[in-house]
C-alpha cells in the first residue's frame, strides 16, 4: 500500500502486516481483564529499589516528553527476559523458541508483578539531550497496560551512549543544564530536576521524522504516524487466567 503521506520515511506497522494489525485491531474487546492494571501496579510499589530518586510520573508525560534512545527491539506483546543485542522483529525461529519457553512477556510480567526498575532518563550533560537511558520497552509495556505511572529516576552523564540508531531513533529534546552540575554524574527525582520546565527544544514529531526519511508507525485506516505503536496493533496477553494463578 502506498503512503498516504507521499512515500517519505519509513513506514512501521507495529511489526506486523497490515491483514494481520486490522486483524488485531478486531480483537481489542478481548484484551484481558489484567488489562486495568492501573489499581493492581498501585500494590507493588514496594517492589521498587528503596531510593529516594525514584518518582512516579505519568506514563504520558513520559511518553511524549522523552525520546527513545533506540528503536524497540521486540514487541512487549510477544517477547520477555534477557536476550542477546539485536532487532528480534518477527523472527519466527526465535518467537517459536520463547513461546516454548513458558516464559511470560514483558508485557505480562509487569501486569502481574509490576515494574520492578525504575525507568532511566538520561541527560547528556555535554549539550542537554534527553533520551531513555534503559527501560523504553518497559515504558511501552506499561503504555500498553493503561498504566497512568510509571517510576523514572534522571540520571545526568558526562559520558551518555553512543550509537544512536542512526536516523531511525527519534532526535530528543534538549534542556536548559543551568544549575546543573557538569563535573560528575549525578541522579535526580523527575520533580528535583525540573525536566518539563528545562525543556528548550522539544523531542521530534512523528511528522518530523518522516519528513527527513526517518521511521515512524502509521495507522493505515487515518494516515495518522507516530513515534510509538498504534494501540490496534498492540499485541494481547495470552491467558488471562494463567496470569492471575
Known sequence: MANPIGGLGRVLFGGVGKEVAD????KIGALPDAISASEAQASKIGALPDSPKVEYVSTDMIADN????????????KFGGDFE?????????????????GKPTLKESIAQEGIKEPIEIE?????????????????????????????VVIKTKQNPRTGRAGDGAVKPAIVNLS???????ADYSFSEFGLLDRIIKPKETAREIQERGG?????????????????????PMRNSEKLRE
Open 123 to 151: 541527560v547528556a550533560l555535554k549539550n542537554g539531550e534527553v533520551s531513555i537511558g534503559q527501560g523504553h520497552h518497559r515504558l511501552q509495556a506499561a503504555i500498553e497496560l493503561g498504566m497512568e505511572k510509571v517510576p
Open 85 to 101: 543485542s539485536g532487532d528480534l522483529g518477527e523472527n519466527p525461529a526465535i518467537l517459536d523458541a520463547f513461546n516454548a519457553s
Open 179 to 185: 544549575g546543573i552540575s557538569k563535573k560528575s554524574n
Open 23 to 26: 486483524a488485531l485491531g478486531n
Open 66 to 77: 522523552v525520546a527513545q534512545f533506540n528503536l524497540p527491539r521486540y514487541d512487549v506483546g
Open 215 to 235: 521511521a515512524v508507525f502509521m495507522d493505515f485506516k487515518t494516515g495518522d504516524v507516530s513515534d510509538r505503536r498504534f494501540p490496534s496493533t498492540y499485541t
